[in-house]
């Protein structure tokens, strides 16, 4: 057949038989090729399951992981340390409570003491050396000594009484509002003592005998507060009731005085010799709740004197106003009771008062055979205000610590995460075969550091490697995760061998070390057009190169994209030779060949040294075919597989049959001339 150009559309009579010597059928079996084991998988790395697996878990940031990490520490330990700082301040707290509240308990037993002691030591005396009940008025006169003598020690009580069997009684009491004093002689003084004598005759009236402070009689200038005629039955009254049923004194419970309409109680005892005869000691409850209002210490602090059952002896807050502006009767708190018959023994509770939470001590107290309970309530809020504000700074200040400490974390987590960050879009970069954008990049950070270190030897190290093997499969490694080895698979592939025409003359007139240079800069403009249409530079063998394309069946036109690439390789050749002129350097002119067929894509060679390459008739035939140029005296030459591959998308020149070495039968020969967007448009 003549060498004219045709139609790629139309083959020759001997296309069909010459292409399937060519280019075996897709289910052949290659050739056995030495070296070359049955087609295997790649070995999967361990690392590329778990990577996969990583890929569908929730993700965060290392900067947030830090972040995270740090703030729950710090939260925790925040936490930790006012929950001890509350529980210290809560053991501190009831330790301090129950320090005062023993001071407390101590200072008002000694007052209470203080006040009915002297009381209690009088009734003992009475009771043992009573005065002689002949001569009512002596009685009288002898109990205001007395009286006078515990003005010191027990203000608090008002007055002293005695009764007999018969129901008659002597009272000694001392004015109210009038203290004693000393004036002359013959001067009328005002009265600070009456004496009171009475019995259970209604009809008699009670006789009453005025005293001034120095104990003579007076009737001048008499005191407003005169008591009225009583005419009682002391018989009747509870105090000389509740003497005569003991031996031991006894306490009443709170009661309304007839004479001034103030509450108080009575401790009473008999006398030893006579049991009929009772001495008793009137108790002012406003008295003895004004003694114990001025020993408070705290503000709000109560305290109380109750007997067991209840009644209530003595109360700081004093007695309550009624409406007509007289006493009302004070009353005890049903909290302080119910927490005394719990527990009858001396302890703190705190307690829901009526007027609040208090912290309650309750201790009881004997005066003399006579049982008393004293409790002391102050209001949780005087206790806790100061361990309330020292909690309150303290989470202050564990607040701003722990704003400072977020500040810290934010930035040491950045000076560890930003680093790692770009450290990991570094690797990213690496193994998408991209420059990192900076490479150079520094850590106080010590095993950052050495991770810097390590990303720029696996960037050198990546680099090198895809030197020396073909860049998609290098990247297909890595997209992969697996480790390669031994074996490879079919795949239709179109293989090109390249030569430099006249290069055996050129290498005897140049020295090595120029040549080496001039084929670097040679093999650059091949291996670029190579790369760039996704080919795969198989290796330099002197001054020729090998490369081969894959053929996928979903990407159809990549066989025409192969010859575009090996006519602008040519171009790009032609346009490096004019600069070796211009240099005064030999030119290389170059010529192609390139087939296309079923071939063995994988690893050949040991385990410990592998090589990326491709076996199989399909090579022989391209290698071939490129000796062909000479020949033909043709620069690019192709098979019909290659034509028939590339379409219409390439203008090709049959050049007829020719035999390749090594094949069974001839070769349909074609001359790639140019692509097809390169055609003359039709004359008119």
Known sequence: MSATCRSPGTPPTCCTPCRTRCAPPLDASP?????MGLPMPLRRSPLSGRSRARTADVTISLRTAIGLAFTLILLLSSGALVWLNGEAS??????QVDQQ????ISGVTSQVALQLDGADAVLNTLSVDPPPPSDPETQGRLLVRVLANLVATSPSVQSLVTASADG???IARRVIGM??????????????????IGGPDPAARDRYVFLDATFHTTTAAMPAAVPAAMGMDARRRPWYRMAVATERAVATPAYRFKDDNGFGFTLSRRAQDDADLVFGADVSLAALSGALKRGLVFDGERVVVFTPD?????DSAGPAPSASGVSASPKLDDAILAAYRRDPSGHSVELQAADGPVYAELAPLAINGAQLVIASTVPVAVFEA?????LVWSLVIQAAIVGVAFVLVHAASRSISHPIHALAADVEAIIRFRTPERMARHSHIREIRRLLGAVDTLALTLRSFSTYLPAPFVRGIVDRGEIPTVGGKRETVIVMFSDIDGFTRISETLPPDEILPQLSRYFGEISDEIRLSEGTLDKFMGDGVMAFWTLPADVPDRAAEVCRAVLRAGRRIDALNVTFAAEGRPVLPTRFGLHAGEAMVGSVGTAHRLNYTVLGHAVNVASRVEQLNKRFGTRVLVTAAVRDAAGDAALFRHLGEAEVRGATGSVHIFELVADAADRPAPAR
Do not use: N, S
């Open 179 to 196: 203290p004693p004093q000393a004036g002359d002689g013959d001067v009328a003084r005002p009265a600070a003592y009456v004496v009171q």
């Open 310 to 314: 209840g009644a209530l002896v003595g």
């Open 168 to 170: 008659r009684y002597v």
């Open 90 to 95: 809560a053991r501190l707290l009831r330790k």
């Open 101 to 104: 509240f023993d001071i407390l």
């Open 31 to 35: 050739p056995a090729v030495e070296g």
């Open 386 to 390: 100061p361990v309330t504000r020292l």
